[in-house]
């Protein structure tokens, strides 16, 4: 079994814990804060994909659509060069600096 799930376009890496005998993991990329954990590791996939269904009723129940992970934003540090290099790229190519990283980064993954 893989580590590392996903279920309706949510995340999430499985972990154990020697200490407790048991898997247990986290919906990630999500500001709430939603755990949940199976004791044999049998039952790991369908505590997750029951926390995800949770958090999706809880959301609808209170009125608001669920988050969702990965909003297409994040933040992220290079070296200052590379931010120049950067800059005069998407200048001499007329594009934004935003449009030139997404090219780079579907062109990576």
Known sequence: MSNFLEYKGYYTHIHYSAEDGCNYGRIEDIDACISFDDADGRGIVVAFQEAVDFHI???RAEGREPQRPCS??????????LHRRLVLKAAREGKSQNAIVEEAIAAYV
């Open 57 to 59: 009723e809880a959301c």
């Open 72 to 81: 297409g934003r994040f933040n992220t540090r290079i070296p200052s060069d």
